[in-house]
DNA sequence: TTGACAATATTGTAGGACAATATTTTATAA
DNA sequence: TTATAAAATATTGTCCTACAATATTGTCAA
């Protein structure tokens, strides 16, 4: 299980900042950095061998995405949901998906967007079960990044990479059972087929349902997969 | 007519970064950069008298935040939107405020927030002609953003200020006429009745409408306002 | 005028330094 | 022993200088 990760290795000259951004973003989602963990920027700079410039900067990004916290004088913390925030978010990215499922239905009869489409979701159709977890979260991440792609609206993509969805999943991903993910992927099935029979309204009502069923699922969870409210 | 913008004077020891972004940011606002316009480190630092790291922090704030980007090796250029660009934005915007407006009409029972809310738009009252246009767009981001918090969804606020309202506005504020100005002020109160009547779905019609006829104006104005499709 | 080249400007990064703040450890008192 | 206070250490926030990489501007010849 070797997870070459540690591959940044390519420090093109100019722009270290995004390199180091996109492995620590890795990291996180991958677990090496967990939820509540903090960021030192000595550590990162004798693992990396960049200065704490560029460490900086790219703690700056992710602290714009979502993705960390940064404290005054306590540098960088790995962001952790509290259950609010959580259904929030939630809240949010149904309004989101459904606009992106609506319009994505609108996009099937243009040739080249359905054929994008359908190759991007192509595995959903595979109805053997998922191997691992990890595989589960990544094709579920696929899954909505097709539908927002499919939207045609690039705004709508920029936007919705700012949900954090991939801090919620890191953060409920040890409680997934073998039949939610099932569930999820008949869901998954049902929505692909609305929106390729361009059936907007279908597409909609069966995304929120997913989505309503997710929320539903995180309320469920043990609180201690959640940060603290304050 | 004297802006007293150069008052950031507040050099509280730690934490310069959020203060320069606030200076940036409200510079851009008003229109002291202008969109397309480069921002150079050097002409900053002696500006604002601070080393080049706070400097590049802020950059890297507001380029998160859509307000600027960041070209490699060209460094910070204050964002002017496509026509495209803002159509997308605008279409995303309308669900975010289409939940924030039906959600606010459900939480106008609670006293706190009803009075907070009432608070907020109250200027929207006054029936007398607004003096100057940054006067209005000032007005109308605070109207927006008090349906934001009444919402009471803390992530939802988050999202909707990167919105990028603030660049459409000053993208298009010479542009702005007084009937324009009129006719949206006339729509706010509208909005506002439907919501203090927790009428949610009346609020969320309202809004759309508003939205979608604000989308109509955009679309209706020369193209020199916008940046050139790539 | 145009193109190639040189000069200049600007950014990206490194590394060292230091004050301000947080955290941990140690010493002291109850 | 436990709790509190003080000292020691760690970490961040900022500044400075320096230099390579890249971009922009200016100059000169064809």
Redesign the interface.
Known sequence: MTTTLAVITAPRP??K?PGIADYLRAAIRNGRFAPGQRLIEADLTSELDVSR?PV??AF??L????LIELV??RGAVVRRLSM??AL??F??RT??E??AARRSAGNMKDPHTRARFEREIAQIWDDRPRLSTSGYIAENRRFHSAIMTAAG????I??DE??QLSLIMAQISSSLTSDVVAASLAEHGTIARAILDSDADRAETAIRDHLSRAADFMKSMPENVFRHER
């Open positions: 100019g722009q900042g410039g900086r900067e700056r990004r602290a714009a995405e979502g005054p004088n609010t925030e929030e978010l809240e949010v309004e989101l459904a606009l609206n690039g705004q709508l920029k936007i700012l949900m």
